[in-house]
């Protein structure tokens, strides 16, 4: 519920946290966040690109990775 809002609403506040989570030991955490880096579209930042990029291709975890990969569609597909 409020995360959502606050992805779409005021993006600022929550990349930071989001970028921070990308690279978590937990590999839900990771997940999560690169799902929420996708959501965000063309408002993610440029910062979490190389990221995702490197999580699709090297995380350990296939759910991480995948998630990393349809992140990596959904921001491209909603640039202009």
Do not use: W
Not at 1 to 16: A, K, M, T
Not at 62 to 69: H, I, L, N
């Amino acid at each position: 519920g409020n995360l959502i809002l606050l992805i779409h609403d005021r993006p600022e506040q929550i990349v930071p946290v989001l970028l921070n989570e990308l690279n978590d030991d937990d590999f839900y955490i990771r997940c999560s966040a690169a799902r929420a880096m996708g959501n965000l579209g063309k408002q993610a930042p440029q910062a979490a690109i190389p990221i995702l990029i490197e999580m699709s291709t090297n995380d350990p975890d296939q759910y991480v990775r995948a998630a990393a990969t349809n992140a990596l569609k959904k921001i491209q597909e909603s640039a202009p």
